[in-house]
């Protein structure tokens, strides 16, 4: 063995031949070098060590400590014999922790715990991650419980963060603040706290904690119910309220005739019955006003200085009969009352005192409602009194309909009682006489006036929010059943005092926020944005007069002879024979339908008692009426067409449109109308006077629609073929241009306006005489027109009259009757000379 000093191992021994222990512990013998000595992997000689056969004095290499940094940043390294180990420090892992570390392929990485550790902070805090840390920062409500942890914060605990009377809840991160059993937050919007506490509740301010006929006593924290004088409880082992209210034993009024000494409250042990008239007798009014006026004034007054009174029926039906009685209310007839004449009793006029006895009127009856009560409805009737009372909840499925006497009130109480602490009430009531007392006369018009109504009055006792929501609907009957009906208007009763300057009444009736829905003969609908006294009011330009004879007996002549003529031209539109040009479908059915129905309103009487036969007429006469102004709008259609092919210069083969068209339009709309309308409103037809579209509900527009709408267009129809003919009659070269005959063309053009309906606008303007009669002569000889200018005029025809009597010579045939042409034929030559001037060369 041969030892070679090397510089950084010390000494290389070697061996010839190798064996195990040849160098000693921790070394091993290569005999890829020759038998040479080394130490094994993670050893070294010591500098300067002379190994020996026994030992090669090998020791451990320290790496953590020779090489900085070895395992990389974030990391610890520990030595250990022979090697090291390298490890991620807290916080941190390998990039990828399946591999082993190395600091340069997988190397040490921060740990998100904000992310990987579940409810971190514990849930209720914010983290934030920090290299190889978090932090943690606690909602509000919750401290921090160690570095890394949040818990709640019991804000509940010692104390008074809710304030006096209150009670404090603690929830997670919160607390809830309530006030004691009869206290309530300062300003209840807002939950207690030291700033807003707990005071104590006035249950008394609750109208019905107590119930019924029981007086409320607060306290602080409670309160207390004792029931009313002459009042005990259902059960005396509990306090009084709604579900254990006070019961009462009796109540006093006066009889018919009597009235109470101490006014309208009874007070047991003080209060007489005395004689109203022993009560008039023996008051002293203050100069210039009567007894009368001066003790409705004082009953008024002392309901006014006591709003909240509950009084009984009795009480209520004695105190108006009396005013009743005082006012005078009754003792004049109708025809004063309208006239503002025959008024002797509390007032100077009807006006004055009938608007006391309304103010009373309303007074008692809202005394009428108890606040403590729910749902209640209630009738009174007396021989001057009919009122109806109802009371309703806000959730409550009653309809609020209220009738007094035959007129009913139509309003939405369940809206009110949603802006009145869930109940309203209302009240509707008429008064005997009243009319008599607050007359016709009292509207400011130049008509005639009449009361068609009872005088009725609506008010919503004791509730603070009193406006409406919708307006509320009045069904007013009339006195009498009405045969022509004038206007209806719908008024109530405007108090202002005394009399104006400028002449105006204060005190009147006024139409301002009501007006009419529906009328009829019996009844009238009256819609109004607000309460008050309200009335049915016609009004005529002129006295109701009796029937006109005479004007009867001129509509039945001139029916006769229009059917006479509508006969005669129906047989001469059947039976002669007429140029293939000329198209009489449409009127030959005008002439029918207007015959037909006219010979149905000339025989009304004979049919108008028998119900259903009156019925089947009426809609039968509905149909022919809405055919025969379709025909009407038909026939100034053709007429049309065939003056714009005139002015076109085209040759005219046939006037007009094909006949299934004609039949379509002429019969086929008015079946649909009619047939649309029985459906709609079957007892529609009949009537009492004449068979007809009885006038309900709108009802007669089945047959105004489509006449009026038929009007306006055959006067748009009539107005543009004249405005059309201008320059075609200007250059006719016929016999009747030649013959300069302008009287013969303007009586066609006049005939023309009859025959197409056009008169019957004067429909519109039955209020004087005259245009009655032009209305009657005009429309019942349409036949006649049609007769004269569509059959006299034409030559054909009257040749056909000459063969049929017989008269073969010409001569017999005036010459102006020679030389009239019909509309037809006219346009027919202006059609061929407006042709030769297109078709000569120029």
Same mark, same amino acid.
């Given at each position: 063995?041969?030892n070679?000093?090397i510089?950084?191992?010390?000494?290389?021994?070697? *061996?010839?031949?190798?064996?195990a222990?040849?160098?000693?512990?921790?070394a091993e013998?290569?005999?890829t070098?020759?038998?040479g000595?080394?130490c094994? @992997? $993670?050893y070294k000689?010591?500098?300067?060590?002379?190994?020996?056969n026994?030992?090669?004095g090998?020791?451990?290499i320290?790496e953590c400590?020779? /090489?900085?940094?070895?395992?990389g940043?974030?990391?610890n390294?520990t030595?250990?014999?022979?090697?090291?180990?390298?490890?991620?420090?807290?916080?941190?892992v390998?990039?990828d922790p399946a591999?082993a570390l190395?600091p340069?392929?997988?190397?040490?990485?921060d740990?998100n715990e904000? %992310?990987?550790?579940e409810?971190?902070c514990?849930?209720f $805090?914010?983290?934030t991650? #920090?290299p190889?840390?978090?932090t943690?920062?606690?909602?509000?409500?919750y &401290?921090?419980?160690?570095?890394?942890?949040?818990?709640d914060?019991d804000e509940?605990?010692?104390s008074?963060?809710?304030?006096?009377?209150?009670v404090c809840?603690?929830t997670?991160g919160?607390?809830n603040c #309530?006030?004691?059993l009869?206290?309530?937050?300062?300003?209840?919007?807002l939950?207690?706290?030291?700033?807003n506490?707990c005071?104590?509740?006035?249950?008394?301010?609750?109208?019905?904690?107590?119930?019924?006929?029981?007086?409320c006593?607060?306290? !602080?924290?409670a309160h207390?119910?004792?029931?009313?004088?002459?009042?005990l409880?259902t059960s005396?082992?509990?306090?009084?309220s709604?579900?254990n209210p006070?019961?009462g034993t009796f109540?006093?009024?006066?009889?018919e005739e009597y !009235?109470s000494?101490t006014?309208v409250?009874?007070?047991?042990?003080?209060t007489?019955c005395e004689s109203?008239?022993d009560?008039?007798?023996?008051?002293?009014?203050?100069?210039?006003?009567s007894?009368e006026?001066?003790?409705l004034n004082q009953? +008024?007054?002392?309901?006014m200085e006591?709003?909240?009174?509950?009084l009984?029926e009795?009480?209520? /039906?004695?105190?108006?009969?009396t005013a009743?009685?005082?006012s005078g209310a $009754?003792t004049?007839?109708?025809?004063?009352?309208?006239t503002g004449?025959?008024w002797?009793g509390?007032?100077?006029d009807?006006?004055?005192?009938?608007? %006391?006895?309304?103010?009373i009127?309303?007074l008692? %009856?809202?005394?009428?409602?108890?606040p403590?009560q729910?749902?209640? =409805?209630?009738?009174i009737?007396?021989?001057e009194?009919?009122?109806s009372?109802?009371v309703?909840?806000?959730n409550? /499925?009653?309809?609020?309909?209220?009738?007094a006497?035959g007129?009913t009130?139509?309003?939405?109480?369940k809206a009110?009682a949603?802006?009145? +602490?869930?109940?309203?009430?209302?009240v509707?009531?008429?008064?005997?006489?009243?009319?008599?007392?607050?007359?016709?006369?009292?509207?400011?018009?130049?008509n005639h006036?009449?009361m068609?109504s009872?005088?009725i009055t609506a008010?919503?006792?004791?509730? =603070? *929010? #009193?406006?409406?929501?919708?307006?509320v609907n009045?069904?007013?009957?009339h006195k009498r059943?009405?045969a022509?009906?004038g206007?209806?208007?719908?008024?109530?009763?405007?108090d202002r005092?005394m009399?104006?300057?400028?002449g105006?009444?204060g005190?009147?009736?006024?139409?301002?926020?009501?007006?009419?829905v529906?009328?009829?003969?019996?009844?009238?609908?009256?819609?109004c944005?607000?309460?008050?006294?309200?009335?049915?009011?016609m009004?005529?330009g002129?006295?109701?007069?009796e029937?006109?004879?005479?004007?009867e007996?001129v509509?039945?002549?001139?029916?006769i002879?229009?059917?006479?003529?509508?006969?005669?031209?129906?047989l001469?539109?059947l039976?002669c024979s007429?140029?293939?040009?000329?198209?009489?479908t449409?009127r030959l059915?005008?002439?029918?339908?207007?015959?037909l129905s006219?010979l149905?309103l000339?025989?009304?009487?004979t049919?108008?008692t028998?119900?259903?036969?009156?019925?089947?007429?009426?809609?039968?006469?509905?149909?022919?009426?809405v055919?025969?102004?379709?025909?009407?709008?038909?026939?100034?259609l053709?007429l049309?067409?065939?003056?714009?092919?005139l002015?076109?210069?085209?040759?005219?083969?046939r006037?007009?449109l094909?006949?299934?068209y004609l039949?379509?339009?002429?019969?086929g709309?008015?079946?649909v109308?009619?047939?649309?309308?029985?459906?709609v409103?079957?007892?529609?037809?009949g009537?009492s006077?004449v068979?007809w579209l009885?006038?309900?509900?709108?009802f #007669?527009?089945a047959?105004?629609?489509?006449?009026?709408?038929?009007l306006?267009?055959n006067w748009?129809?009539?107005c543009?073929?004249?405005?059309s003919?201008r320059?075609?009659?200007?250059?006719m070269?016929?016999d009747v241009s030649?013959?300069?005959?302008t009287?013969?063309?303007?009586?066609k053009?006049l005939?023309?306006?009859?025959?197409?309906?056009c008169?019957?606008?004067?429909?519109l303007?039955?209020?004087?005489?005259?245009f009655?009669?032009?209305?009657?002569v005009?429309?019942?000889?349409q036949?006649t027109?049609?007769y004269?200018?569509?059959?006299?005029?034409n030559?054909?025809?009257?040749?056909?009259y000459? &063969?049929?009597?017989?008269?073969s @010579?010409?001569?017999s045939?005036?010459d102006?009757?020679k030389?009239a042409?019909s509309?037809?034929?006219?346009?027919? &030559?202006?059609?061929?000379?407006?042709?030769? &001037?297109? /078709?000569?060369p120029?």
């Open positions: 063995m041969n070679h000093p510089d950084y191992m010390g000494y290389v021994t070697y *061996h010839r031949n190798c064996v222990d040849s160098c000693g512990p921790l013998c290569s005999t070098k020759n038998g000595c080394q094994v @992997s $993670g000689i010591p500098p300067k060590h002379l190994p020996t026994e030992s090669y090998c020791q451990d320290n400590e020779e /090489t900085a940094n070895l395992c940043p974030h990391s390294c030595n250990s014999p022979g090697v090291y180990n390298c490890s991620c420090l807290e916080g941190f390998p990039s591999l190395n340069t392929r997988n190397p040490c990485t740990v904000c %992310v990987e550790i409810k971190v514990g849930g $805090g914010k983290c991650n #920090t190889g840390n978090y943690c920062t606690c909602y509000n409500g &401290k921090p419980d160690g570095p890394f942890d949040c818990q914060i509940c605990f010692n008074t963060i809710c304030g006096q009377e209150s809840t603690n997670p919160a607390h #309530t006030c004691l009869g206290f309530s937050p300062t300003n209840p919007v939950d207690p706290s030291k700033a506490p005071i104590d509740i006035d249950e008394c301010l609750n109208k019905t904690v107590c119930g019924p006929d029981a007086n006593t607060n306290s !602080y924290a207390s119910c004792t029931c009313l004088f002459g009042y409880l005396p082992d509990a306090i009084a709604p579900l006070c019961l109540h006093c009024s006066c009889v !009235y000494s006014g409250l009874w007070e047991t042990d003080v007489v109203v008239d009560v008039l007798a023996a008051i002293v009014p203050p100069e210039g006003q007894k006026m001066y003790f009953m +008024n007054q002392q309901l006591n709003p909240d009174i509950v009984p009795g009480s209520v /039906t004695n105190s108006l009969s009743l009685k005082v $009754g004049i007839s109708a025809q004063q009352a309208s004449q025959g002797s509390a007032g100077k009807g006006g004055e005192s009938g608007s %006391v006895v309304l103010k009127s309303v008692l %009856v809202n005394a009428l409602v108890d403590s729910g749902r209640v =409805n209630k009738t009737h007396t021989p009194l009919d009122i009372l109802q309703m909840e806000a409550s /499925t009653d309809t609020s309909s209220l009738s006497r007129n009130m139509d309003i939405n109480l009110l949603r802006n009145n +602490n869930g109940t309203a009430s209302a509707f009531l008429t008064v005997s006489g009243m009319e008599s007392l607050l007359g016709a006369s009292f509207l400011q018009t130049e006036t009449e068609l009872d005088v008010t919503l006792p004791k509730i =603070n *929010h #009193t406006q409406l929501s919708e307006p009045f069904t007013m009957s059943r009405l022509e009906p206007l209806m208007t719908c008024v109530y009763w405007e005092g009399e104006y300057e400028n105006t009444k005190r009147h009736w006024s139409v301002n926020g009501c007006w009419v529906f009328s009829d003969e019996n009844y009238t609908v009256c819609s944005s607000h309460l008050s006294t309200f009335a049915l009011i009004q005529t002129e006295t109701v007069s029937d006109n004879p005479f004007l007996w509509n039945r002549m001139c029916v002879v229009g059917l006479v003529f509508f006969a005669l031209a129906i001469t539109f039976l007429w140029n293939p040009k000329i198209n009489n449409a059915h005008l002439c029918l339908c207007l015959f006219h149905l000339l025989l009304d009487y049919y108008l028998h119900k259903l036969v009156c019925s089947i007429m009426a809609g039968l006469l509905h149909f022919l009426v055919a025969s102004f379709l025909w009407m709008l038909l026939e100034a053709q049309y067409l065939l003056v714009q092919r002015s076109r210069i085209q040759v005219i083969q006037e007009g094909q006949k299934k039949f379509l339009i002429g019969y709309i008015p079946l109308i009619v047939g649309v309308s029985a459906a409103k079957r007892d529609g037809y009537g006077k068979c009885k006038p309900e509900q709108y #007669t527009w047959v105004l629609g489509p006449v009026c709408t038929v306006a267009l748009i129809l009539f543009v073929t004249i405005w003919l320059p075609t009659l200007a250059n070269k016929s030649q013959s300069k005959d009287r013969l063309i303007i009586f053009i005939a023309q306006f009859v025959i197409l309906g008169t019957w606008v004067l429909g303007f039955q209020s004087t005489m005259v009655k009669y032009l209305f009657i005009l429309n019942s000889q036949g027109f049609l004269i200018v569509h059959c006299l005029f030559k054909e025809v009257r040749d056909e000459r &063969k049929w009597l017989g008269c @010579s010409s001569s045939t005036p102006s009757m030389e042409p509309v037809s034929e006219d346009l027919d &030559k202006a059609g061929e000379e407006r042709q030769n &001037k297109g /078709t000569r120029g």
